[in-house]
């Protein structure tokens, strides 16, 4: 389901213009759809798991980096005032 989330397979299904859903019916092709393709190969899904995986990690690494350096700038003008 996270997966399909991350490749927006939901964004043609969305409805509503202040408040966007997505009806049930639908979700529930669309999460066979997902299922049936991950079963006709899974190695190739495990290979995309993992490196989606591997990329939420370094997002969340650069995430911290860029809190250190706004921390970093924060500090220098503190000095300074």
Do not use: H
Request: aromatic share 14%; net charge positive.
């Amino acid at each position: 389901m996270y997966s399909l989330w991350q490749s927006r397979a939901f964004y043609p299904y969305l409805r509503g213009s202040v408040i966007p859903f997505v009806i049930l019916r639908e979700i529930k092709e669309c999460i066979a759809d997902g299922l049936e393709k991950m079963e006709t190969n899974p190695w190739q899904f495990q290979k995309v798991v993992e490196a989606l995986r591997s990329l939420e990690e370094m997002e969340m690494k650069f995430r911290q980096n860029l809190k250190l350096i706004q921390d970093a700038k924060r500090m220098l003008f503190y000095k300074y005032m």
